[in-house]
């Protein structure tokens, strides 16, 4: 009963997206002030029975009703309580209807908090989400629908939700990867909505930016809390593989961090509109393309479960609609006309250009590396796969570059910056990073001098002390510190914690690279191993019954120069409903370093082959998503977006055109 | 329409594109075989032993019996998922031989060492050079071949559980 109660909500949700598009649009486009209203209490009933159809899944779910396919190959009566509601998007039925229920959530979050937009642009904006839901309800309803009972016979018990998945980690990726790609969703919905009246303005970036940056920071956390559990879960201490998969997440996020810096010159300066709009349509698109490629099984990937051809056409027809669609209407809408607003070659407005050029060409690199192996097998060129040094070829060059500029920045003012002013605030910190950068490949490991740790420390503390000149430049004026630190606004703030962010991701990601220690070894009882002063020795081995699986579980110690510093307990599971092998790693975790041990194979009686790691700042690479998505949290709490129906439009302010005298940076 | 507005469609004539090679993508099936190789004999190599870098093997090794070629590679995590299922398949007497593909050999003869060996023979693929020839797309991949060398079957991804019951086996028993 209670999956036919899903399916039939299903179908009703799909009903009021249909309305929800049609009547509001309808009500712009004749300024029908009924219909025009119609779109919020839509978005509020579309909501409500996507949420029904998903407390319905998870009902099937936490009830073992067998009944349903989905939960059947999904699930297992074994599966602990909590891996059974989290199931529910352990496969691609599941988890679209997750991508459904993320979409709901963020139009009726428009429709309640646009309350201040003119109601013309509201309407728009929510018939854009709801067209959007309606491609994807017809995708869920007609191809892949979750509620397929599997009648009259059906199985004993559930094939189980695959181990690899059966993990914390796991529990939380997917919704805020989904909460970060269909974020984007709302500000696409902007840029098509202004393009439809023909209204772009600073208004139309000023309503935008927070869903923008909301949408980036989930995207963030999403990729990172990824990346974290393939390292610990894969079992082999990589945070990071070039998965096609992995590219289709990375993409959006590289696109939208330069939509961010380039709504905020559309919204500060009135430039790069046409500019601004495009990125806001690439960005979903490259969303949606990533839902296209992960779901039609058009590239072979670790991640690719359930794929179908048939659900391959479905997405690339309604990606063809979006994208195309959209495209075609920027084409025949977007401005032409020539901004009037110059800027000089050193302002923020050409940091920001190069931002946006820098991120541009590396997605391009990203995309093109992803879909190679596709045009040369589409242009019989044989299947040929891309391998992580051509994306590190270009990666890293590129994001150095983007990483040194991106100090200039925030210290460059709009419209136009003396040289003679940059240079006089940033020599001192160039001067720091570089002493910095030379001494710690020294200090840190001074039997191997490395110059590409040098280069990773100097670029992160480059971009750090910059902001701090920065800081202290702007609070030069101030009678005192604190008083100075409590002026600065919370978007400036928000800049700054997750430009830091980014610095401190680097540093994690270089140094862990350049520095871990992985020894691979064959391992007794009561032997030990030294690896970077750390001691480990193997005290025993013994099976350990889980709740659906049995395992092998070592029991480490661990100590640090003498010191007793940890007992590790890696396993080596075996999931008795499909028969796989996991390994579970066992971690010291900390700041400055981790420990790692993972058990390999059996060798011999009592003698197991390990895998130990010592890998030094690896949890930088994802303190630093944090601190960005952080940021971005942060900067939309700003007071200024709470301005109720502030519609300034090609609002310019007055800039200094003396070096030191009223920066208006904000 | 003036200049400044024809330039606004490139991005839909950039889409147009990929979208086209989309769709010719989607009747592509990544994991079929390309039919070139289908039935055909293994592509001729002689390539060094991982044991013994000094001795080398030729597609003769591949005659005589019903086998599998594995290409595997260190790089590659889906390897590493598929490794312990072919330890048993080897339990069940099957002949698999790989083919360590563009890999560093000695982190190739590490692995072997520490989570066991599932291959009768194993030979060193550094420059991808036997992939090219095989069409490999990606690691792993396992082809079928049978008592004359003759390619049969040519699944892309791990060989796992499912897809050894369903797809593989069913190739290899009527070889036999």
């Given amino acids: 009963m209670v999956p036919e109660l899903g399916q039939f909500a299903l179908i009703l949700a799909l009903c009021l997206s249909v309305a929800l598009t049609v009547l509001p649009l309808l009500g712009a486009h004749y300024g029908n002030s009924l219909l025009m209203h119609s779109g919020r209490s839509l978005a509020v009933g579309f909501f409500t029975f996507v949420a029904i159809a998903f407390a319905c899944l998870t009902y099937a779910f936490a009830h073992d009703d067998f009944t349903v396919t989905y939960v059947a190959s999904n699930s297992n009566s074994l599966l602990p309580y909590m891996y059974k509601l989290t199931a529910v998007w352990g496969g691609h039925e599941g988890s679209l209807l997750l991508w459904i229920l993320m979409l709901s959530g963020w139009t009726l979050a428009v429709a309640v908090f646009s309350r201040s937009l003119p109601l013309d642009m509201q309407a728009r904006v929510l018939g854009v989400?709801?067209?959007?839901?309606?491609?994807?309800?017809?995708?869920?309803?007609?191809?892949?629908?979750?509620?397929?009972?599997?009648?009259?016979?059906?199985?004993?018990?559930?094939?189980?939700?695959?181990?690899?998945?059966?993990?914390?980690?796991?529990?939380?990726?997917?919704?805020?990867?989904?909460?970060?790609?269909?974020?984007?969703?709302?500000?696409?919905?902007?840029?098509?909505?202004?393009?439809?009246?023909?209204?772009?303005?600073?208004?139309?970036?000023?309503?935008?930016?927070?869903w923008a940056t909301l949408a980036w920071g989930f995207l963030s956390v999403g990729i990172a809390l990824g990346s974290w559990w393939a390292y610990y879960e894969l079992g082999w201490g990589g945070w990071w593989f070039w998965d096609p998969v992995e590219n289709a997440s990375f993409m959006p996020w590289i696109v939208g961090t330069a939509l961010l810096?380039?709504?905020?010159?559309?919204?500060?300066?009135?430039?790069?509109?046409?500019?601004?709009?495009?990125?806001?349509?690439?960005?979903?698109?490259?969303?949606?393309?990533?839902?296209?490629?992960?779901?039609?099984?058009?590239?072979?990937?670790?991640?690719?479960?359930?794929?179908?051809?048939?659900?391959?056409?479905?997405?690339?027809?309604?990606?063809?609609?979006?994208?195309?669609?959209?495209?075609?209407?920027?084409?025949?809408?977007?401005?032409?006309?020539?901004?009037?607003?110059?800027?000089?070659?050193?302002?923020?407005?050409?940091?920001?250009?190069?931002?946006?050029?820098?991120?541009?060409?590396?997605?391009?690199?990203?995309?093109l590396g992803t879909l190679y192996p596709l045009v040369a097998d589409a242009l019989g060129w044989g299947k040929i796969s891309v391998g992580p040094p051509y994306f590190n070829f270009f990666f890293l060059p590129l994001m150095g570059l983007l990483c040194l500029l991106m100090a200039f920045g925030p210290l460059a003012n709009w419209k136009r910056t003396p040289a003679k002013h940059l240079l006089l605030m940033l020599w001192k910190p160039w001067s720091i990073s570089l002493v910095l950068a030379l001494l710690f490949p020294w200090f840190y490991r001074p039997e191997t001098y490395s110059f590409a740790a040098a280069t990773a420390v100097f670029i992160g503390s480059w971009i750090t002390t910059a902001l701090l000149a920065d800081v202290i430049y702007r609070l030069r004026n101030s009678a005192s510190v604190l008083g100075g630190l409590q002026k600065l606004s919370l978007s400036y703030y928000a800049m700054a914690v997750a430009h830091l962010g980014i610095a401190v991701t680097l540093i994690g990601v270089s140094l862990t690279s350049i520095y871990s220690v992985e020894r691979d070894l064959r391992m007794e009882e009561q032997q030990s191993v030294e690896l970077m002063g750390y001691s480990f020795t193997m005290q025993s081995i013994k099976k350990v019954q889980g709740p659906n699986y049995v395992a092998d579980e070592a029991f480490i110690t661990v100590t640090h120069n003498g010191k007793p510093l940890d007992d590790m307990h890696p396993q080596k599971r075996r999931y008795t409903a499909r028969g796989m092998m996991m390994t579970e790693v066992a971690l010291d975790v900390g700041l400055f370093r981790d420990i790692y041990v993972a058990m390999g194979e059996p060798v011999g009686e009592k003698a197991w082959a390990m895998?130990?790691?010592?890998?030094?700042?690896?949890?930088?690479?994802?303190?630093?998503?944090?601190?960005?998505?952080?940021?971005?949290?942060?900067?939309?709490?700003?007071?200024?977006?709470?301005?109720?129906?502030?519609?300034?439009?090609?609002?310019?302010?007055?800039?200094?055109?003396?070096?030191?005298?009223?920066?208006?940076?904000? | 329409m003036n200049k400044a507005r024809l330039l606004l469609f490139i991005p839909l004539v950039l889409f147009a594109v990929l979208a086209l090679l989309f769709w010719r993508g989607l009747s592509l099936d990544p994991n079929n075989m390309p039919s070139a190789l289908l039935d055909k004999p293994v592509p001729a190599f002689s390539l060094p032993r991982l044991e013994n870098l000094q001795e080398t093997r030729d597609e003769n090794i591949l005659k005589g019996k019903v086998s599998l070629l594995n290409v595997w590679a260190t790089w590659c995590e889906t390897c590493y998922i598929e490794h312990p299922f072919l330890l048993q398949l080897k339990a069940q007497g099957i002949h698999i031989v790989g083919v360590d593909y563009k890999d560093k050999t000695e982190s190739a003869q590490q692995w072997i060492a520490k989570y066991g060996n599932p291959y009768n023979e194993i030979v060193v693929d550094e420059d991808g050079r036997l992939g090219l020839d095989l069409g490999v797309f990606g690691a792993p991949e396992t082809y079928v071949v049978d008592k004359n060398g003759v390619i049969r079957y040519k699944h892309i991804g791990d060989v796992n559980q499912k897809t050894w019951n369903e797809k593989i086996k069913p190739v290899v028993d009527s070889l036999q």
């Fill in chain 1, 261 to 367: 810096h380039s709504l905020a010159t559309t919204e500060k300066r009135g430039l790069f509109k046409s500019w601004t709009i495009l990125l806001a349509i690439f960005t979903f698109s490259l969303s949606l393309l990533g839902t296209f490629l992960v779901r039609s099984g058009i590239l072979t990937s670790v991640h690719a479960f359930a794929n179908d051809p048939e659900r391959g056409v479905f997405i690339l027809v309604f990606l063809l609609i979006i994208v195309g669609g959209s495209l075609t209407l920027y084409a025949l809408r977007a401005p032409v006309v020539k901004s009037e607003i110059g800027f000089n070659w050193f302002s923020r407005e050409t940091f920001l250009l190069f931002n946006n050029i820098i991120l541009n060409v590396t997605m391009v690199t990203v995309l």
């Fill in chain 1, 129 to 210: 989400l709801g067209f959007i839901a309606v491609g994807l309800l017809l995708f869920i309803v007609i191809t892949s629908n979750p509620f397929d009972r599997n009648l009259p016979l059906p199985p004993q018990d559930g094939s189980d939700l695959n181990p690899l998945l059966q993990d914390p980690g796991f529990i939380i990726h997917p919704p805020f990867l989904y909460m970060g790609y269909v974020g984007f969703s709302v500000c696409f919905a902007f840029a098509i909505a202004a393009l439809l009246a023909g209204r772009l303005d600073s208004a139309w970036a000023r309503w935008s930016r927070p």
């Fill in chain 1, 611 to 666: 895998r130990v790691h010592v890998k030094p700042f690896v949890r930088w690479i994802w303190l630093g998503a944090l601190m960005m998505a952080f940021g971005a949290f942060l900067s939309v709490l700003d007071k200024r977006y709470r301005r109720v129906g502030a519609a300034v439009s090609s609002e310019v302010k007055p800039v200094a055109t003396v070096a030191g005298k009223g920066l208006v940076n904000e």
